[in-house]
């Protein structure tokens, strides 16, 4: 059995799976305290059940994403190398910064070396500063890591903890590997206690199974691993659902996932069935950062948002005054509109109808007629941020004529709708978009369902450079030479190769299947000659459903 | 937490990694690959304010607004210069449209020494991108008066050639000399046809002239002709092989030199030209114009190996450029003395001229019969290919008068009349009805 457990702004969802079905779920309000969030309705859970013979337990937790959010970061300081460009200053309001001189080129050549008495000054400037942790960043270190890491050797050891900005991502872009680095060295002592506590109390509870932690990309990576890059695990909760959905829901076509909470509605993609990713990295509470994630946007509708009139005009949400009216709460909801057309069929009609009477009245037209304006309004609000969105993904920028003639434009055929207030919002959807809305059976729990079934996945990004004779495994920290006659199918066989390492030391299966994701090959000429390749790719695990769904 | 840009700015970043003229020419693959690099790196696009675009693609109909292509537009172009053009529109209607302040084109392959007739490809150019699009937005936009300051190291003959006759287009060149340099042309003397004397000047500079050459002539006499010419749009042309380290020309200026002139100039478009020097310029120069023209801070943005004052002109460079200098601002100062010494009392004046197209290796020759008026008359233009193409075709500028343009349609009627043009193909470009006939026989 696998233990899959979602815990969300209001609730935490855990479902229990035999053979890859949910066998047993349930729903628990979040605690003041973050263990009991998940220790009570693991607790309820698991009455009855052997805890041997659960085989794995997997969570996604907003921990990470809470101390970001409330700014309950450990103090990092940040030591950069930020050569000629944009003037960072701005940063120092943010954190304490030292910056120093050295510069890594495009091609990842030194240009300048360090200063190594600059370095130890930074460091003890730092310890003044009161930083236990420390972030070490320098511009294209992805190019070359030489220089994070002799300055890490220099005066790392000193701090509790040190972020290299190689090992974060391959990819380019200097202010979000600071920002990446910051906030993974600002949460990794919360991330330590919590899994400390955490494997404490299954242990306890007589639960020996592995404990993976789900990350934004909809994959996962072991408890212990995420130590090495506890930023991974923020903003996992919108993965759930995906990965969930995807589960419940066979699609092989373009499509789109809405998760229907409370008060909101996440819109995510599928491009053939792949869920579309962030092209840069995903955005925590301001920071934008390097960590992979899939694309999800919020809209501000859900089952309870609150219904008003505003100068004779309807107004649904953000705000939500509670649980819709058929459902006992005491403000009318477009749940309520839906229960009285008869398109929901839980709840009470008639409380429904109460809660729906004022604004009825206030509007002078009947309540039957109030309900079809709030179905028709609910409906636009979604289907224009749906609309909306898909515009952005499919004028995301192009660099090549092929690309931009030819390249794929999203045309969803279906929409899957999952979260508990789902069943309301079905049909007015797919009458706007004109495209059917699958409600799939389990859809109130495919969150908890995503994070159980959910694989270990990790990324690598190698660049060869045969004119400069080097290899760089970015993320991997590794600069090797490499003969001028290195070809792509070289840099491929590389590149798999440290990707499963990588793969089981995130403590994934090495047969997971691997997908080459980006690549790109350019000659390099000097002098009407051309004088070697860059060759760069990307791969990564494919995120999707355990095929070993155990017993 | 995020860079706030003090101009909105817009970006057409369109490298074009799958295009080459062939695999190991300048114009390849590779030229912005280290630029988007850069730019990447440097996190430019997450800054609030500063949003990317793609490049919609130019029509034939665009292209038609501006060129004579010979014997047609399908043989003379390929998807990517539609793309390159139609990246330029796409800058120009943003700003336009309010979208944005400011806009840059960072597409390839570039424009600016594509003329009126196209037989070929002319120092990279096929069709005129910056051309096209003044063309657009005067058609579409309405718009009049406009400043193109061409800052590429190559003379912008192209470009001159195109507005030789349009004194709403004040066309300013500032090259490396021609007498080292292709073209080979954009002398003081060359200051626009009879219809727009003084409205194309050229500054032919010393090589060797650095930052403080350059910024000398933008200061002294480029920004104060702008100033006095009063456009509704400033367009630059930023090509980029100025660079102390570009391959095929011998300036000096740096990084922090293309930036500071694209802050005083402080233009809406700009457009990428030329500029070869693909690691050691371009990922430079293109941050620093960015910043500039997002409003911050570039003063931190300098090639790795840079040192200020290592290429500072000679105090006889420095007055040769003065002299060029105040040259062209006299010849401003007095255009209409000038005009009047060119046209006298002609009603017509014809102009000869033999164009090598060095990429293609064709050679044309060209007699143009000029309507002089205020306006920017009309013009019937004969020109000739080495690979035995002739054409024969009636120009109607956007801004011509009802006289002009009368008279015009009526040259044009007597030329479809005369049955005896050998072989030719006979065009009418007429911009006030923005339409455009080819006739083959
Ligand atoms: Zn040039
Ligand atoms: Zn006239």
Redesign the interface.
Same mark, same amino acid.
């Given at each position: 059995m696998i233990i899959g457990l979602d815990m969300g702004g209001t609730h935490t969802d855990v479902a229990l799976l035999e053979n890859g079905e949910i066998y047993k779920k349930t729903k628990y309000p979040r605690q003041e305290d973050f263990l009991e969030s998940i220790l009570i309705p693991l607790d309820q859970i698991m009455e009855g059940e052997d805890p041997l013979a659960i085989e794995r337990v997997l969570l996604s937790t907003t921990l990470s994403t809470n101390a970001i959010v409330e700014g309950k970061l450990g103090k990092v300081g940040m030591v950069l190398e930020p #050569?000629? #460009?944009? +003037?960072l200053d =701005?940063l120092n309001s @943010?954190f304490p910064v030292c910056f120093i001189s050295g =510069?890594i080129? %495009? *091609?990842g050549r030194e240009?300048?070396s360090l200063d190594m008495d600059e370095v130890r000054s930074a460091g003890r400037h730092m310890k003044e500063k009161g930083a236990q942790y420390l972030g070490i960043v320098g511009?294209?270190s992805t190019r070359n890591p030489l220089h994070e890491k002799k300055i890490y050797e220099t005066i790392g050891p000193s701090f509790s903890y040190s972020t290299l900005g190689h090992t974060l991502s391959g990819n /380019? +872009? =200097?202010?979000?590997r600071i920002?990446t680095s910051y906030l993974n060295s600002g949460v990794w002592e919360i991330y330590k206690q919590f899994l400390k506590a955490i494997k404490y109390s299954l242990g306890e509870r007589k639960i020996k199974a592995p404990l993976y932690i789900l990350k934004a990309d909809g994959g996962t990576l072991a408890g212990d691993a995420a130590l090495l890059r506890p930023v991974e695990t923020v903003l996992s909760g919108p993965a759930a659902s995906i990965m969930g959905a995807m589960a419940l829901e066979d699609i092989e076509e373009d499509g789109i996932i809405l998760d229907i909470g409370g008060t909101t509605t996440d819109i995510a993609f599928l491009a053939d069935g792949v869920p579309l990713f962030e092209p *840069?990295g995903i955005e925590v509470s301001?920071?934008?950062t390097l960590i992979r994630g899939l694309y999800s946007r919020p809209c501000g509708v859900g089952g309870d948002s609150l219904v008003e009139l505003k100068d004779g005009q309807l107004k649904i949400g953000p705000e939500r005054l509670g649980p819709a009216a058929a459902f006992g709460g005491s403000s009318p909801t477009p749940t309520d509109a839906m229960v009285i057309k008869g398109i929901y069929k839980e709840g009470s009609r008639s409380k429904a109808i109460e809660g729906l009477k004022p604004l009825a009245d206030k509007k002078g037209v009947s309540v039957e007629e109030m309900a079809d304006m709030i179905y028709e309004k609910t409906a636009d609000i979604i289907v224009e941020n749906i609309n909306r969105y898909l515009g952005e993904v499919n004028? *995301?920028?192009? =660099?090549? @004529? %092929?690309e /931009? /003639?030819h390249g794929k434009k999203l045309a969803p055929q279906k929409v899957i709708l999952v979260g508990a207030p789902a069943p309301a919002f079905a049909e007015p959807v797919s009458k706007k978009l004109g495209i059917p809305c699958i409600l799939p059976e389990g859809f109130e729990a495919a969150n908890a369902l995503g994070a159980a079934l959910s694989r270990v996945t990790t990324e690598l990004t190698v660049v060869a450079d045969t004119q400069e004779r080097t290899l760089v495994v970015g993320e991997e920290g590794i600069r090797e030479k490499i003969p001028s006659n290195f070809s792509k199918k070289d840099a491929e066989k590389v590149l798999f190769s440290y990707l499963r390492e990588r793969c089981i030391k995130m403590g994934g299966d090495p047969s997971s299947p691997m997908e080459i994701i980006e690549e790109?090959e350019? +000659?390099?000429?000097r #002098?009407?000659?051309?004088s070697g390749k @860059?060759i760069r790719l990307k791969g990564q695990i494919k995120p999707g459903i355990r095929g070993d769904y155990g017993a | 937490m995020v860079l706030k840009a003090k101009n909105r700015l817009g970006l057409v970043f369109f490298p074009a990694f799958d295009w080459a003229i062939s695999s190991t020419h300048p114009e390849r693959e590779e030229r912005l690959l280290y630029t988007r690099d850069q730019v990447e790196e440097e996190g430019l696009f997450d800054i609030d304010g500063i949003i990317e675009y793609n490049p919609k693609m130019a029509s034939y109909k665009d292209v038609q607004r501006v060129h004579l292509c010979v014997p047609d537009e399908k043989s003379r172009m390929t998807e990517s210069h539609l793309i390159s053009a139609g990246g330029a529109i796409t800058a120009a209607e943003a700003v336009i449209k309010g979208e944005v302040d400011k806009a840059f084109a960072l597409v390839r392959p570039p424009g600016h020494h594509a003329m009126r007739v196209v037989h070929g490809a002319r120092g990279f150019c096929n069709i005129n991108i910056e051309a096209v699009m003044i063309n657009y937005i005067r058609k579409h936009y309405g718009i009049k008066k406009i400043a193109i300051v061409d800052t590429d190291c190559h003379h912008g003959d192209g470009t001159q050639d195109i507005y030789w006759n349009d004194p709403d287009t004040l066309f300013i060149s500032l090259h490396q000399d021609g007498r080292t340099l292709y073209p080979g042309s954009g002398y003081t003397d060359e200051i626009g046809g009879p219809n727009a004397v003084g409205y194309t000047l050229n500054i032919p500079l010393p090589p060797g002239t650095s930052d403080e050459g350059f910024l000398y002539a933008l200061d002294n006499l480029i920004l104060p002709v702008i100033e006095e010419f009063q456009p509704e749009l400033i367009i630059n042309s930023a090509g980029q092989d100025n660079h102390y380290t570009d391959p095929i020309t011998n300036m000096n200026f740096s990084a922090s030199g293309y930036a500071t002139l694209n802050d005083r100039l402080d233009p809406h478009i700009a457009v990428l030209e030329g500029g070869y020097s693909i690691e050691g310029a371009l990922p430079y120069v293109n941050t620093g114009i960015i910043l500039a023209m997002a409003g911050l801070d570039y003063s931190n943005v300098k090639e790795p190996d840079f040192e200020p004052g290592r290429f500072r002109e000679t105090a006889r460079v420095m007055e040769h450029i003065k002299d060029v200098c105040e040259e062209v601002y006299r010849t401003w100062k007095n255009r209409s003395k000038y005009r009047q010494k060119m046209i006298k009392d002609a009603k017509y004046l014809k102009e000869r001229r033999s164009i090598y197209y060095d990429t293609d290796g064709i050679s044309e020759s060209r007699e143009e019969i000029i309507k002089i008026c205020d306006c920017s008359g009309y013009s019937i233009l004969t020109s000739t290919s080495d690979r035995g193409y002739t054409i024969r075709s009636v120009i109607i500028p956007w801004n011509s008068c009802p006289k002009c343009h009368k008279e015009g349609l009526e040259a044009f009627e007597k030329i479809r009349e005369e049955k005896g043009f050998p072989s030719g193909i006979i065009c009418l470009q007429d911009g006030i009805n923005d339409i455009f006939i080819r006739e083959t026989p």
């Open positions: #050569g000629p #460009g944009l +003037n =701005y @943010i =510069y080129d %495009h *091609r240009k300048f511009k294209f /380019l +872009n =200097y202010p979000r920002y *840069r301001g920071f934008k004028s *995301r920028p192009v =660099y090549t @004529i %092929h /931009l /003639l790109e350019f +000659n390099v000429v #002098g009407f000659y051309t @860059i | -």
